[in-house]
């Protein structure tokens, strides 16, 4: 395989991205001069080298923003409601409810969802994680679990399988588990939604 072949390959393991896109970056990176070649493939392992995944919600934050080593600013901040916790599927929705600033507790990244008819769910997201920070945080004021996924088959699938998981820390704990409401159309990733919408889905949850 030559190198230009093995570039392609890597292309084709970026999420969304299918071997004709992939090609089409491939030749984009080759018809630049190298000093871009060279910035670009410094940037990628400067960007990996400054990251970090926060112990407490599993988002990836730059570490250079960092105080206190391991968590990151929202997870430290003293303001944040302590008796929700919204879990989402990736970092970006993360990031997009952050900005639209319509939320102030805590969070947690799954890292995924779980595909229907999965065999292995456990293997797709981070479930025993969620367990031992919901039990952790049940005992320390949380209230509300918020399962804040994409409103589209796997999205449902997944909300499924949390409730499912969770149930036994929501009975003995007396934990309100809920869903974002109507606001959000069917089809609807999270991580495309706007402010208006999400705040009216959070609003309306149930
Ligand atoms: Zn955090």
Known sequence: MTPTDKLMEYFTKFPGIGPRQAKRFVYFILRKDKRFVEELASLIVNAKESTMQCSFCYRLFSSQLNTQSGICSSCQ????????LMIVEKDVDLENIIKMGVFNG??????GSVPILDKNPSSKIRAKELFTRVQDGAKNGLKEVILALSVNPEGENTIMYLSKILEPLAEKYSLKISTLGRGLSTGTELEYSDSDTLESALKNRG
């Open 77 to 84: 901040d003293l303001n944040t409601d302590k008796e929700v």
């Open 106 to 111: 805590f969070f947690f990244v799954l890292g």
